[in-house]
């Protein structure tokens, strides 16, 4: 089974930065590839970004584009998306994701996920 556990979460002012990690065991690195998701309260699960093993093509919201990256530390097992010129809206519990199968959508086909950490923005 895969084991993901997300860190780096807190508390920072709006135009700030944060790096969220993603320590992963298990067969995490055989799924078809990994993310991140986020929930605010009251609203659905938002797709954030994400990255494919095999093509290494890196994908994103269009809310997020330009500011948040995604990579990975293949020595580590760790995922990461640095999250720069944060905005209230940015507020979230976000997770990270595994992707256990395709046909539907990134959000769709995640099958594994963290426990979450929170990011909270303020204005």
């Known amino acids: 089974q895969v084991q993901l556990v997300e860190s780096g979460g807190g508390l920072v002012q709006a135009g700030g930065s944060l790096r969220l990690s993603c320590a992963a065991s298990?067969?995490?690195?055989?799924?078809?590839?990994m993310g991140w998701i986020r929930q605010a309260p009251g609203k659905e699960r938002e797709f954030v970004a994400a990255i494919n093993w095999s093509s290494g093509n890196k994908y994103y919201a269009d809310s997020v584009k330009g500011r948040f990256t995604i990579s990975r530390d293949n020595a580590k097992n760790t995922v990461y998306l640095q999250m720069n010129s944060l905005k209230p809206e940015d507020t979230a519990v976000y997770y990270c994701a595994a992707r256990t199968k395709t046909g539907g959508s990134w959000l769709s086909d995640f099958g594994s996920w963290g426990q979450g950490t929170q990011v909270t923005v303020s204005s």
């Open positions: 298990g067969r995490t690195f055989s799924s078809y590839g």
